[in-house]
């Protein structure tokens, strides 16, 4: 089975810090992405990578950066956190070609105080 | 462009009732339709996908889905609701870009009661 993993499913910041979010896929999927979960909204695609070292911005880039350096790790860093940022985050990851279904990982519910 | 529009936001059944969650798109081409659950505090899952073969397309855990060209429409259905059926229901269009873009729509609860 597909296994995505994020380092953490709760965590707690402070408005202005430097906040790091982490995901691990074990099946040597080529392609990455972040989401962005809220009420009422939908999921909402923040970044996705498509290889290492390479990213692409998605819906809602602002206030986000992405950083891979190993295909099997994807991280999404908040470089000055702010309340805006409170949600839960998604990560995903998927073959580079087929069906396009991409797996998901629990998520992790940021809240910025 | 691609969408998606999830007409209730809450849907409400008794135990052992048909289940009903309604996805309408939007495309200017043969989409391919998702639907994902995600169970609280879980990931999102995949229930079934429509990618231009049978139109009925069924899925995991009795759910299927039906792929309505003339009315733009990719509703989930279930005979028979069962308690572990209360989640959230998402429905999603990829986009024709060079790469896997899922759309989603903006989700349905379901609420099941005894």
């Known amino acids: 089975d597909v296994k995505v993993t994020q380092s953490s499913r709760y965590l707690v910041k402070r408005t202005g810090e430097k906040v790091f979010l982490e995901c691990v896929q074990d099946?040597?999927?080529?392609?990455m992405f972040w989401y962005r979960q809220d009420p009422g909204l939908g999921l909402r695609l923040i970044y996705f990578s498509y290889d290492v070292k390479m990213k692409e911005k998605g819906d809602i880039p602002e206030g986000y950066s992405v950083s891979r350096e190993k295909k099997e790790r994807f991280s999404l860093i908040l470089e000055s956190a702010s309340t805006n940022q409170t949600s839960m985050y998604l990560c995903a990851s998927s073959i580079l070609a087929g069906t396009y279904e991409q797996y998901f990982g629990p998520g992790t519910r940021l809240t910025v105080t | 462009a691609q969408s998606v529009t999830q007409l209730d936001s809450h849907v409400s059944v008794s135990e052992g009732t048909p289940v009903l969650l309604r996805c309408n798109y939007s495309s200017s081409y043969s989409p391919s339709l998702f639907w994902y659950v995600q169970h609280p505090n879980k990931g999102l899952q995949l229930l079934l996908k429509y990618t231009s073969a049978a139109t009925l397309v069924k899925g995991i855990n009795g759910f299927e889905a039906e792929f309505k060209k003339s009315e733009t429409s990719f509703h989930l259905t279930k005979p028979s609701a069962h308690m572990s059926d209360a989640a959230e229901y998402f429905c999603v269009v990829i986009m024709n870009t060079g790469f896997q873009k899922l759309v989603f729509g903006t989700g349905t609860r379901l609420l099941v009661s005894p």
């Open positions: 099946m040597d999927h080529e392609n």
